[in-house]
């Protein structure tokens, strides 16, 4: 147990350590300011504007900002469908794989857009390297761009004063693609690559077993998609396994890349936001809320692993094992599994299904909460500064004053806005939950009865429900209904809130500033950061409270 807890000490130190030069870094680029990368990246930049027929100087207001964010991922969208169903007939496809049935193309195509990455496939029996390297990996950069887009238009609509616009969206997703995510994602890769993580077009190989006969080992481009897919908190294994794949994740150090690689643009964006608004405690207020959180469902989840499964307690060592590859043990499988759904990335080590019912318990509510302990790159932080907006709101009505945040007071208007970020998320999951449950044939899509069997459609829904795309397993989500109706609440979820964050800044940026006074509630003392925290687990007991009783609450009661 010391060694679980000097692990997850040395990662959360390393991912603090890290954060702070990367969110300054972020916050110069993302502003305009000369970088190191500058002078070699600037040339490319204006040549993209050129192609595209974009001026990075256009401003755009929250109605323009909003319809580019949308047309993009359109386009996007039907790319991606189109790509999956055509692919049997495209090149790059050395194992002859068909086209994508039109229902699963469309789930993963909504999946990938939505930067959720929620599979109901096995990637090396179902894509092609094209699919996979031309279709995947550029949803894995340029839906992580707008999401960080989108939480740069937000950040100007506090500093911004009496203004109509909020920047220009191609400038935003070019300069996010290009100085960040790119170059984080080469270095990591090629980390990842010197680690024995396959990089190849090469088709699949036949190899002779020691015990007789053959195995055919999958390959592909995987570092460059696995690269990028954690960065962006995408999360989409290149492999069925995921990351317990061993060509996708295969000693301790690539298990270390790829988890600080999970939360960091994350936890950089806080700092970037600390600096954008010109106080930095504002930052670090946020980022408290966020760790503190993590380390408690962190310490619960590894603690019930490690405690509450006497059943397959061994020589080895305590705790269970079940679901989880003995080169990660449990103390790794814990923090990732924390870390994978406390961001909106998905991507897993271990088998959650067979994590013990508290812990399930953490892992559905951490992505229930709205995906923002940490959450999605730019997503999480907007979904925060919601919160962050509804936690001033009401506590301006307990004492009787106006509420304000960042010398902005927040009307009705705004909080309409707030409402759509926090309340779409769940009512998604528990409708989607609730439909499911009601299908006649939900039984035969199910591996478990009972309580267990209704934490899996939970779980489902939660993952898709909140762009995480993790998976409980014993859920066959391969069926016309799942795809279709998962497919459009993954879109929904997405872009409700990121539509709600774009004209809630627009209605900020035209404010005039207000003086803060002596009634003027600190966001940036230790007094918020707990009202904060309050309001966030209300929000989500009230939400969800009746659900887990219903599923992971009833399963543990039922295994003592």
């Not at 014993?474 to 497919?487: K, P, Q, R």
């Not at 003392?525 to 707990?530: H, K, L, P, Q």
């Amino acid at each position: 147990m010391s060694y679980i807890i000097l692990q997850d000490v040395f990662y959360i130190a390393l991912l603090i350590g890290l954060s702070v030069p990367l969110g300054i870094y972020i916050y110069k680029v993302m502003t305009g300011q000369k970088v190191f990368l500058t002078p070699v990246l600037a040339p490319l930049e204006k040549g993209i504007y050129k192609v595209i027929g974009v001026k990075n100087n256009d401003e755009m207001g929250a109605k323009k900002y909003t319809a580019a964010v949308l047309g993009f991922s359109i386009i996007s969208f039907l790319f991606l469908w189109g790509l999956q169903m055509l692919q049997g007939v495209l090149p790059f496809n050395p194992e002859r794989l068909k086209g994508v049935n039109w229902h699963l193309a469309f789930n993963t195509a909504a999946s990938f857009v939505s930067n959720s990455n929620w599979q109901a496939y096995s990637g090396e029996s179902t894509l092609s390297y094209l699919s996979q390297s031309l279709g995947m990996t550029v949803q894995n950069f340029v839906s992580a761009g707008v999401g960080i887009a989108v939480l740069f238009a937000l950040i100007r609509g506090f500093v911004l004063r009496q203004k109509s616009t909020l920047g220009n969206f191609w400038a935003d997703l070019t300069r996010t693609i290009l100085y960040i995510l790119i170059p984080l994602s080469v270095i990591l890769a090629v980390l990842l690559i010197s680690q024995g993580v396959v990089q190849t077009f090469s088709p699949y190989k036949d190899v002779a077993m020691l015990q007789g006969g053959s195995q055919t080992i999958p390959l592909g481009p995987a570092a460059s998609q696995i690269a990028i897919k954690q960065l962006g908190t995408n999360g989409g294994g290149f492999f069925g396994a995921n990351s317990a794949f061993p060509l996708e994740n295969p000693t301790l150090l690539s298990n270390i890349l790829q988890l600080l690689s999970i939360l960091l643009i994350p936890a950089s964006l806080c700092v970037s936001f600390g600096k954008a608004v010109k106080d930095s405690r504002q930052g670090i207020s946020i980022y408290a809320t966020m760790l503190i959180l993590f380390i408690v469902s962190l310490t619960f989840v590894t603690m019930s692993e490690q405690f509450l499964a006497p059943a397959f307690t061994n020589v080895i060592s305590s705790g269970s094992m079940e679901g989880k590859e003995v080169i990660h043990g449990i103390g790794t499988s814990s923090l990732w599994a924390t870390a994978t759904t406390a961001a909106s990335n998905g991507s897993v080590n271990a088998m959650h299904d067979s994590f013990t019912p508290l812990s399930g318990i953490f892992l559905m509510f951490l992505m229930q909460l709205g995906e923002i302990v940490f959450g999605g790159v730019g997503s999480g932080l907007y979904g925060m500064l919601a919160f962050v907006l509804l936690t001033v709101f009401i506590a301006g009505l307990m004492v009787g004053r106006t509420p304000e945040y960042l010398g902005k007071k927040i009307e009705p208007f705004d909080m309409k806005m707030v409402c759509l970020i926090v309340l779409t998320p769940p009512l998604l999951t528990l409708l989607g939950t609730a439909v499911a449950v009601m299908m006649p044939s939900a039984s035969t899509w199910l591996t478990n009865s009972g309580a267990h069997g209704f934490s899996e459609i939970l779980y489902t829904f939660s993952s898709m429900g909140n762009n995480n795309g993790s998976s409980f397993a014993g859920f066959n989500a391969n069926t016309v209904f799942t795809n279709i109706t998962g497919g459009i609440i993954m879109l929904l979820v997405r872009f409700i809130p990121m539509a709600a964050s774009i004209f809630l800044a627009g209605n900020l940026a035209k404010k005039k500033a207000v003086a803060a006074s002596d009634g003027t509630l600190s966001t940036s003392n230790t007094m918020f950061v707990g009202l904060l925290i309050a309001v966030i687990l209300l929000i989500g007991a009230l939400s969800f409270l009746p659900a887990l009783a219903l599923g992971p609450i009833a399963d543990y009661f039922s295994t003592l």
